[in-house]
């Protein structure tokens, strides 16, 4: 495996997501979690734990974009394997918590398609680090 390679996609990965997640959840769509949440949502999120989050996601993703990998644009090969990671992430786990928790279909399927967007645009920067080979030697 190319670590050069899976550390700077990680890396750029985590920030992409990160910064996406708190312009999403904070900035633009604040009041329909509030809403939807609102008695589940902390007054103030542990940002220590959200980092943490996505830090663990982007460092699998990283990780598992290479395996993988089959050819072709690393835009268009990322793009779909970041879709992917969005759905197995978010939509199982917001299904189940409308089974068990006080969590609305509303609020899976808003939240689902926000993964998928965002896990998407970080699969392509992922992609885009590690580019068209799948090197699989060390630096």
Known sequence: ??????????????VAMTLLGFLWHQVIMSGFYDEQLGDVLRSEPNVAFVVLGYLVLALLMAYIYPIGYKGGSPTSQGLKFGILM?????????????????FTL????????????????????????????TEKESD
């Open 1 to 14: 495996m190319n670590t050069k390679k899976l550390a700077l996609s990680f890396l750029a990965g985590a």
């Open 86 to 102: 969005g759905l197995i992430w978010v939509l199982p786990h917001g299904l189940v918590y409308v089974g068990v928790l006080n």
């Open 106 to 133: 509303t609020y899976t399927i808003v939240d689902g398609i926000w993964h998928v967007v965002e896990e998407g645009v970080g699969g392509v920067v992922i992609g885009l680090l590690y580019g068209t080979g």
